[in-house]
């Protein structure tokens, strides 16, 4: 056995406080070292010819890489003792940079301590045995779960690359929240006007398969290879009958509060969300309707033309394989009311969150695109913005930006010029974060051109005075308090994780935030990968993101599925559970702890009966060597020899 | 305060507690130099006696560091590690080892500065109780 070590010195990163070449001296007098040496960039291609050559010179079996962090290197490394003619798994990786020199000053602790780690690795990398990775059918198939723009676009893009896709909504139609905006910044487009188009475009797409009502109720499997439940709730409405007419809408007898319009105006027991809905189909909320409720109604199953309506309709729950996963499970907007009682806290009906005022803004809204106060339904003349409701606040425990609220509160500040010349605006500000392209611009237009009244400070207080609103604030710039009658305050709410996203977070092992934002595999170098194969992210699930970033997050998913979807078949990982069928005693205690169901029985010709790894279905964990009684499970690579090889010569 | 150079031996599992002590040190949070990490992929791995070895072959200190309860990456590695750790933590006086030289904690991916504490809090617990021994 011929060990060689390379110490890195990642230029400075590492030289500058662990002694790269005393710690390849000391190596030089570990067991089985056969070659030590100090390079100043090794992940660099001088670097990794440079570790090649000595493989061939010195004759190395195995490699000790003191380096970075493995998760940062290790496939590198692997490569090159690969290309080197190596087994890629005789490579230990021993982490003397974020763990060693990035941590510590003192140079002589910190060398010692590589030292250390040293020994640990090449004592670990002794008793590697050689690994071979076995390979899995990739299936061809992509599962996208929530159907906003990021979803549609990723959907899109997949399907034209003539992957099938299977988009899943909650909801009864797609759109998500960009189908509630007016317009969009800065260009002002209308928001309908660009997105209907792509919705209907997903539905009728070959390769698409739009399933509306429906959430993942369970995922198993892995990358390549997942299998999900889907549940399809019931909705009381045939969707291949209903042709969308809303007559069943217009006779129904039973209010309900209108979630699509944030409750800017009232709905149905049964309703189609909003005219370009798509599907155009209606759904009943059993919640709301009177047949449900008192027993006595029926009266959408008489008007319905289409023979439609179906009390009777259960959940169906559909089981598919998908190769990829991707999320854009979208935000909401942050609930105010109990965070600022000093802004009413939801009691005064003229302090209303900016999408309801979008909802107000919009030519298919509830009020037909007239802005109106909810009081009293007059048009408003002085309309007050609050920006960061919600956001950049540590005192609510919400220090995180939400990235679109000094844009789109600089949109309405316009449209809401366009809609009533004779308004005014007031915007109260902290900072006008506006770093696309474009946006600076349009927030000095709506200054300059709709002239909205900026007032850098935050806002103390509301109160009612005389049928109207009084907005106290502290203009910072002056150095004075303001006081701003208002007819209508509209509050620029921050944004969070969709309701829902943590548990969906938890069923595809994914990690998320306190916001309920879902965790991206590396911040830059892997934003919408997870770290669980295979799912990816898409839009607003991951960080308070604008349409132009979702939509090209939701692009960049698509391609990474595409691309793994694209090659046919995987490798799984060669580190998985091996049983000593010889000394296996078949109590199963491993079966009882695998949580992948890796584990059969398997009967001998001797007649015993015991325990097989399915090596496609372990994952590695190692739960089941410490439950095996006599300890002849063994996770390869992570070997009890192994790890108390590691312990052993740390505490020497 | 003389501080002798103590061993620790940090057991963590690849997802969590290893990448949020890689986050640390992106962050360039400094920390005492006394831990020295063994890379598991995951707590459920981290057998007891394998703690025990440590102790028996001279460990000041054991510390072990998973992901969340909830959000483990093989699902529930850590909730058997819980149970695994907890017993062991409850035998370990009447193996002669003072309680205060274990612990076991959940530290995830993004919580670099949690990490750093959770390094010094417990280099300082080990400490203390190796230079109470020493003053007996």
Redesign the interface.
């Known amino acids: 056995m011929r060990i060689g070590v390379f110490v890195c010195q990642c230029g400075t990163n590492i030289a500058a406080t662990v002694n790269t070449g005393e710690v390849a001296e000391a190596a030089m007098a570990m067991r089985n070292v056969a070659h030590a040496e100090s390079i100043q960039y090794s992940c660099s291609e001088p670097g990794q010819k440079a570790i090649i050559n000595a493989v061939h010179r010195h004759g190395l079996t195995r490699v000790v890489m003191a380096a970075c962090?493995?998760?940062?290197h290790e496939t590198t490394f692997r490569r090159t003792v690969n290309q080197a003619g190596m087994n890629p798994f005789m490579l230990e990786m021993v982490?003397i940079?974020?763990?060693?020199s990035?941590?510590?000053?003192?140079m002589e602790?910190?060398t010692?301590?590589a030292i250390?780690?040293v020994r640990?690795g090449v004592a670990r990398v002794r008793d590697q045995a050689p690994l071979h990775p076995d390979t899995v059918p990739v299936t061809m198939g992509a599962l996208v779960i929530g159907g906003g723009v990021a979803g549609i676009q990723a959907a899109l893009d997949m399907a034209d690359a003539g992957i099938p896709v299977t988009l899943v909504e909650r909801e009864s139609t797609i759109g998500g929240n960009m189908a509630r905006l007016d317009k969009t910044f800065p260009t002002l487009d209308c928001s309908s006007c660009i997105l209907t188009p792509r919705m209907v475009e997903a539905k009728q797409h070959e390769n698409i398969r739009l399933m509306v009502n429906s959430e993942v109720e369970q995922v198993r499997g892995y990358i390549g290879n997942f299998e999900v439940d889907v549940r399809r709730k019931a909705t009381c409405v045939n969707e291949e009958k209903c042709t969308g007419c809303m007559i069943c809408e217009q006779k129904c007898p039973g209010k309900a509060p209108d979630e699509f319009n944030v409750d800017v105006g009232e709905s149905k027991a049964i309703s189609v969300p909003f005219p370009q809905a798509v599907p155009l189909v209606a759904k009943l909320r059993k919640e709301h309707c009177r047949l449900f409720i008192k027993g006595k109604c029926s009266v959408c199953q008489k008007v319905c033309p289409a023979d439609a309506i179906d009390y009777e309709q259960e959940d169906e729950v559909l089981t598919e394989k998908f190769g990829a996963i991707i999320v854009a499970t979208g935000y909401d907007t942050f609930d105010w009311k109990a965070a600022y009682p000093e802004y009413g806290g939801g009691h005064y009906p003229d302090v209303i969150t900016s999408l309801q005022y979008e909802r107000m803004l919009s030519a298919s809204g509830p009020t037909g695109g007239h802005v109106k106060r909810p009081s009293d339904g007059e048009e408003p003349k002085n309309i007050v913005f609050i920006s960061c409701v919600g956001s950049r606040d540590p005192s609510i425990g919400r220090p995180l930006c939400c990235s679109v609220g000094c844009m789109y509160t600089a949109k309405q500040a316009i449209l809401t010029k366009e809609h009533i010349p004779d308004s005014r605006s007031y915007v109260f500000y902290m900072d006008i974060r506006a770093s696309g392209k474009g946006y600076d611009e349009f927030t000095r237009r709506a200054q300059e051109e709709f002239g909205a009244v900026y007032l850098r400070g935050r806002v103390g207080k509301i109160y009612p005075r005389g049928g109207r609103l009084v907005v106290m604030g502290v203009d910072t710039l002056a150095g004075e308090q303001v006081e701003v009658e208002a007819d209508l305050v509209v509050l620029a709410t921050g944004l969070s994780g969709a309701g829902g996203a943590d548990e969906l977070a938890?069923k595809l092992?994914i990690?998320y935030?306190r916001y309920g934002f879902l965790?991206e595999g590396h911040p830059k170098l892997r934003p919408v990968e997870t770290?669980?194969g295979g799912i990816y992210l898409a839009g607003a699930c991951q960080a308070p993101r604008d349409i132009p970033d979702s939509v090209a997050q939701a692009s960049a998913a698509a391609a990474k599925a595409a691309g793994l979807l694209s090659r046919g078949e995987l490798e799984t990982s060669p580190?998985v559970a091996e049983v000593d069928w010889m000394r296996c005693t078949g109590c199963f205690k491993c079966r009882d702890?695998c949580?992948?169901g890796a584990i059969e029985e398997e009967g001998l010709r001797d007649g015993r009966t015991v325990a097989r790894v399915i090596p496609s279905l372990c994952?590695?964990?190692?739960?089941c060597?410490?439950?095996c009684p006599p300890s002849v499970i063994s996770?390869k690579g992570?070997t009890?020899n192994q790890?108390?090889a590691?312990?052993?010569e740390?505490?020497r | 305060m003389a501080e002798q150079n103590l061993k620790i031996i940090g057991f963590l599992c690849n997802w969590c507690s290893y990448a949020g002590a890689d986050m640390a040190g992106m962050a360039r949070m400094k920390q005492p130099a006394d831990l020295r990490v063994v890379r598991m992929p995951c707590t459920g791995r981290v057998n007891p006696l394998l703690v025990l070895k440590a102790f028996q072959e001279g460990a000041d200190g054991v510390l072990v560091s998973g992901c969340h309860p909830g959000d483990c990456h093989y699902t529930d590695g850590n909730y058997y590690a819980r149970r695994r750790l907890e017993l062991l933590a409850r035998m370990l006086p009447a193996l002669g080892i003072e309680p205060e030289r274990f612990h076991y904690t959940w530290v995830s991916a993004s919580e670099g500065a949690r990490w750093t504490q959770v390094v010094e809090e417990f280099t300082e617990q080990v400490q203390s109780v190796s230079s109470g021994r020493e003053a007996e």
Not at chain 1, 97 to 100: G, Q, S
Not at chain 1, 102 to 106: A, K, L, N, P, Q
Not at chain 1, 619 to 623: A, E, L, N, R
Request: glycine share 4%; hydrophobic share 40%.
């Open positions: 962090s493995p998760r940062m982490n940079r974020e763990h060693c990035w941590i510590h000053s003192d602790e910190a010692l301590k250390d780690l640990k938890r092992n990690s935030d965790s770290n669980t580190m702890v949580p992948y994952q590695g964990c190692g739960v060597n410490v439950a996770l992570f009890d790890l108390i590691e312990v052993v740390l505490l």
